[in-house]
Structures are given as C-alpha cells and as structure tokens.
C-alpha cells in the first residue's frame, strides 16, 4: 500500500463548478502538507501550503486537512479552463523529502 | 515564491554519451536540493537529496554511479546521467527548499529537462 493515496481521475468539470480533490494517507507522522499544480512538460508548481489540521484560502482555492482522518482536499471555486492540469498532493515529516501522490489530471471544459 | 531553474530545458543525446542538467536556486541558497523523474502520465519520483557540499543520498533502486549529483554551491545542483540509454529517457526535475523563506519545508521546483536518448 502506497504511503499516499490520490485518486488520478480524469475528473472532467463545467467551467465555473466547484472542484473537490483529495488523497488520503497512512502516516501519522506527517506534518506539512502541500498541493501542487503542473501544466503538462512544466514543473510543479506550489498552490498551497498547510501545517497539521486545518483550512486555508488563497483566492479561489482552499486547502484542508483532517489529520485524525489522515484525509486532505482542495478545493477550487469557479472553476477556470486555465485551472485545467494535473494536480498532486504532497507531504512530509520536516525530515527532509516530501511524498507524492500519483496526481489527478483535471479537466474544465468552457 | 521562490524561483528555481533549470538548463537545458530539453536535450537529445546519443545512446552511450554524458548529460549533465543544472538546477539552480535564483534569489535563494538551498542547502539542500532533490531531484526526480517523472515518466508520462506518472508522479514525481525521487530519485537523490543533494545537500551542499556533501555526498548526496538516493532513493533505493537508484544508481549512484549512473546518476551523478554535485552540490558544489548553495545555489546550484547538478545531476549527471553518465552512458545514457533510451531507458533513460524522461522527464528530469528538481526542487529546491529555502531555508530562509517563511516556512522551511515549502519545495520549489524547476521547469524540468526533458531528456530524450536515441
């Protein structure tokens, strides 16, 4: 079994609707948890950035974490075509290298 | 955020020939920066941890012989791919931390090299 768990889609979505993506993961140690947008051949690029249990906004998007569920989402609101990507999940201890999800490619279609 | 980058953004090579791909912190110093590969439609794999000025540390099932990793400065890496064969083609990226950011865990990764061996 995977440390990280994300389901990889595709997840097709109208423009303008409410995106809900999520991993689910087995180690309780981890304590800082990321989510990451990459555009096809780019790099990843950091969307959000969390510490232990909680919510946080930036614009249109909102990342929460559930550590007694070991469960994380994003959220993006109003869902733009330009938010079409692959979406991954990461996290860590503070030791040193994150862990990823395999990533959900996302669709908004105009 | 912080900006990380890389060069070559792309590059063929022949089978049998050296690459070497820089990566490079642009407005911080990263003591420690991580490389991965990433394969079509697949996540991110590590691959080695390069800290500055000591040996790197790689993943199992990587080739320390074949990967070459040199962490010479704060603000460079590089990954060498020694005798490159097609199975070596992929999609090369690297991540850099900063340590004086706001948060010492938040990665920033480069734009990739695409390499590609014939």
């Known amino acids: 079994q995977k440390e990280v768990e994300q389901d990889p889609g595709p997840l097709s979505v109208p423009e303008g609707a409410i995106v809900s993506l999520n991993c689910t993961y087995s180690?309780?140690?981890?304590?800082?948890f990321m989510w990451y947008r990459q555009y096809s051949r780019k790099g990843p690029e950091l969307l959000m950035y969390?510490?232990?249990?909680g919510n946080k906004e930036d614009g249109r998007f909102t990342a929460q974490v559930d550590k007694s569920s070991k469960y994380i989402s994003l959220f993006i609101r109003d869902s733009q075509p330009s938010d079409s990507a692959t979406y991954l999940c990461?996290?860590?201890?503070?030791?040193?290298?994150?862990?990823f999800g395999d990533g959900t490619t996302l669709t908004v279609k105009p | 955020g912080a900006v990380v980058s890389q060069h070559p953004s792309w590059v063929i090579c022949k089978s049998g020939t050296s690459v070497k791909i820089e990566c490079r912190s642009l407005?911080?110093?990263?003591?420690?920066m991580f490389w991965y590969r990433q394969f079509p439609k697949q996540s991110l794999m590590l691959m080695a941890t390069?800290?500055?000025?000591?040996?790197?540390?790689?993943e199992q099932g990587v080739e320390k012989d074949k990967f070459l990793i040199n962490h010479a400065s704060l603000t460079l890496s590089t990954l060498t791919v020694t005798s490159a064969h097609p199975e070596d083609s992929s999609f090369y990226i690297c991540?850099?931390?900063?340590?004086?950011?706001?948060?010492?865990?938040?990665?920033?990764f480069g734009p990739g090299t695409r390499l590609t061996v014939l």
């Open positions: 407005d911080f110093q990263a003591t420690t």
């Open positions: 180690n309780s140690a981890f304590q800082y």
């Open positions: 991540s850099a931390r900063d340590p004086g950011g706001g948060d010492n865990n938040e990665q920033f």
């Open positions: 390069s800290n500055e000025g000591s040996k790197a540390t790689y």
């Open positions: 969390t510490y232990s249990s």
């Open positions: 990461a996290m860590n201890t503070n030791a040193g290298k994150s862990t």
